[in-house]
């Protein structure tokens, strides 16, 4: 994305672009969060899964692989 938005924006030449429209804007930040995955949240529900004593073996396995 950033060397798409290099090629487009280099100066060269006036912009053809416009700014997103909130609607747009909004769709676009949904997406993005839904496709992201963040390593700190993650991380927290792991250990929250950890200290709940009920998991399989290999539940668990997978888990620490995760780790």
């Known amino acids: ?3 798409w938005s290099m090629d487009y924006q280099d100066g060269t030449k006036p912009s053809q672009f416009k700014e997103m429209s ?3 804007r909004k769709w676009l930040e949904e997406a993005l ?3 992201t995955f963040n390593d700190a ?3 927290q ?3 929250k899964d950890l200290a709940d004593k ?3 073996v290999e ?3 997978s888990m620490l ?3």
């Open 59 to 61: 539940k668990l396995v």
């Open 65 to 67: 692989t995760e780790l």
């Open 45 to 47: 529900q792991i250990c």
């Open 22 to 24: 909130k609607e747009d």
């Open 41 to 43: 949240d993650r991380l």
């Open 1 to 3: 994305m950033f060397k």
């Open 54 to 56: 009920t998991h399989s």
């Open 33 to 35: 969060k839904q496709y």
